[in-house]
């Protein structure tokens, strides 16, 4: 099993370009995130999807739109990139039929918005 | 919401000795405390949790307590290894319709000298 795939790795854009991350998660988990990670600050959430078909926003959602496409994927877009959203960005799920609470991460996306 | 505080940011220990991470919580309703460890350039992987009902969950040379009443809780390593070296969060859930919304500590670099 792949766990979760997110693409792409890494990405440079300039200012008001626009871009989709992509996540797919192949465990049946019913609950997928997008977290960004900036030193100091942890990982703050953006956007969620307790199951297919729902979406909410999180703690850090301006500038941020996601969609889940599927139970398997969630997409985050960014419509008009800026420099603050340069971080590190993390998808991540979790439930399925023996929920434990753990969360599993993709491998991350290093987006730099120049 | 929920807001965590991590302490330290940075931790340098020597190699045998023992290394503690503490977190405190805001909000009571929380139930659910698991502790992150992120080595450099990979993903975050759940390394130990403990649930609210519990005070204390040991894993080897790794061990959680949790102080409801105080709303702290800390991670305990003891006979530190270089393999030991990397950022450690620790995080807070509400229970809620997505199975575990966690909010993240600002996370602590230790690092464990030979």
Not at chain 1, 10 to 37: E, I, P
Not at chain 2, 26 to 33: K, L, R, V
Not at chain 2, 96 to 101: F, L, Y
Request: glycine share 8%.
């Amino acid at each position: 099993n792949a766990g979760v795939t997110q693409t792409p790795k890494f990405q440079v854009l300039k200012t008001g370009q626009s871009m989709t991350l992509q996540c797919a998660q192949d465990m049946n988990h019913n609950s997928m995130y997008w977290y960004r990670q900036d030193p100091g600050m942890g990982l703050r959430l953006i956007y969620y999807s307790a199951s297919e078909g729902t979406t909410d926003k999180g703690e850090v959602p301006n500038g941020y739109n996601v969609s889940r496409l599927n139970k398997r994927e969630f997409s985050l877009r960014l419509e008009s990139a800026a420099p603050s959203q340069t971080s590190v960005y993390f998808c991540a799920s979790s439930g399925g039929l023996a929920h434990t609470g753990e969360l599993f991460f993709g491998e991350g996306s290093r987006l730099t918005v120049l | 919401g929920e807001n965590v505080e991590q302490h330290p940011s940075t931790l340098s220990v020597q190699e045998g000795d023992s290394a503690v991470i503490k977190c405190t919580y805001s909000d009571s309703a929380s139930n659910y405390f698991p502790w992150y460890k992120q080595e450099l350039g990979k993903r975050p992987q759940l390394i130990i949790d403990i649930r609210s009902n519990v005070g204390e969950k040991k894993d080897q040379r790794i061990a959680v307590t949790l102080n409801k009443t105080a709303k702290h809780f800390s991670l305990h390593i003891t006979e530190t290894q270089p393999e030991d070296s990397a950022v450690y969060f620790c995080a807070a859930s509400i229970p809620d319709n997505a199975g575990n919304m966690l909010t993240f500590g600002g996370g602590t670099r230790l690092m464990v000298k030979p």
